[in-house]
């Protein structure tokens, strides 16, 4: 995959799901498979595997992480974190619930049509970032 691809991808993981995942399920540091899932039909995403692969590895906690063999697409969650943040933020650091909410709320309020279906759905920079 192209490194613009995956920034591209991140970041709309970072701009689409953390708002919806914190208003249907609360704001907390990370989300289950099955609402990420939920959130993932929300945006019609729930079919693209590369996108639901950073989805798992932006928002779930290390033990899902490693249980989905996260570490086998994008290697030790660590790392894999610091390269989101150095997209998202340009600097590397840890990205939690409220800098992606920040981000999402940046981003949103730049565009001209901020989403604002949250869906009512129930169910379930560099190469460093994915390999290449």
Not at 66 to 85: A, D, I, P
Not at 86 to 112: H, I, N, R, W
Request: charged share 25%.
């Amino acid at each position: 995959m192209f490194k613009w691809t995956k920034n591209k991808i991140i970041k709309s993981v970072a701009k689409e799901l953390p708002p919806r995942l914190s208003i249907r399920y609360g704001k907390k540091s990370s989300y289950t498979q099955a609402e990420i899932d939920w959130a993932l039909v929300a945006v019609d995403k729930d079919k693209d595997i590369n996108y639901k692969h950073y989805a798992y590895g932006m928002l779930t906690d290390q033990s899902v992480y490693m249980q989905l063999g996260m570490t086998s697409t994008f290697g030790s969650r660590e790392n894999f974190q610091k390269g989101v943040s150095e997209v998202l933020f340009k600097q590397e650091c840890t990205p939690t619930m409220d800098l992606y909410l920040d981000y999402s709320s940046d981003k949103s309020a730049g565009s001209q049509t901020a989403p604002t279906d949250f869906g009512e759905q129930t169910g379930g920079t560099d190469s460093s970032i994915g390999g290449e």
